[in-house]
């Protein structure tokens, strides 16, 4: 098949294309770097020529309320030249519960963007994703001083990048879901103890304080984040791959 990647020079996006064209495919990453920018639609047309299927894991540059209009334009532009260019199969990246958070101007966006997908005239796939195991420094760096990190207790599911590349490249490499497929780790952490967990293995002595207003995650009602029935779960444990990471 001939596949074009989206964000394919990110994290995810670079994994994805690595992934595909070891299983044989012709994997092609497009970005701004790339010269294709989904916001003016220019490259587009080039990068989409001849592609079976299109996987977008780009992400907006701003978790802001800039973020629903960053992905109003963009969704439409690639679902508009991939019906021109013959695209069969369009696929995006999501987040578990995004449509259960809407106090979070990101995860608005993420929901409208699903929903543009599933009005929009091609076959698609949605897979979500729990909270990346690579994205746990910055969660701690927001509610960060130099003595404490303050965590709220909200539940989360967290999953290694590599096993969501691999979960992207089955659904990209096969028919339609024409729904949503949820992808998480193996294990539930509250996100204070995470926390607790990642400065202990990393010899950081700062104190980890439960605080239910701090961070962006405060916003998350029960456990909205974790998977629910039907999820494929991944088989990398954070304990093993934090190991791994030193």
Known sequence: MRITVIGGTGLIGSQLVTK????????????????????????????????????????????????????????GNLLAAGERAGVRHQVI??????????????????TLQEELLR???????IVRATQFFE?????????????????????????????VVAALADVTTDTPLGGTLDVAGPNVF?????????????????AVVTDEKAGMFAAVDGDVLTA???????????????GAAR
């Open 93 to 110: 990246l999501s987040i578990v519960g995004v449509d259960q958070v809407p106090q979070l101007d990101h995860y608005r966006a993420k």
């Open 135 to 163: 994205f746990m420094d910055t969660v701690l760096s927001w509610t960060a001083d130099d003595d404490t990190v303050r965590l709220p207790a909200t539940p989360i599911q967290p999953i290694a990048t590599a096993d």
């Open 119 to 125: 009005q929009g005239p091609t076959p698609y796939s």
């Open 20 to 75: 595909l064209r070891e299983a044989g495919h012709e994997a092609v990453p497009s970005s701004r770097s790339t010269g294709v920018d989904l916001l003016t639609g220019a490259g587009l047309a080039a990068a989409l020529d001849g592609a079976d299927t299109v996987v977008n894991v780009s992400n907006s540059p701003t978790f802001d309320e800039a973020s629903p209009e960053f992905f109003r334009t963009t969704t």
């Open 190 to 206: 509250r996100l204070d103890e995470l926390g607790r967990l990642t400065l202990s293995a990393r010899g950081d002595a700062r």
């Open 228 to 242: 629910g029935p039907g999820a494929r779960l991944a088989p990398t444990r954070y304990e093993e791959w934090l």
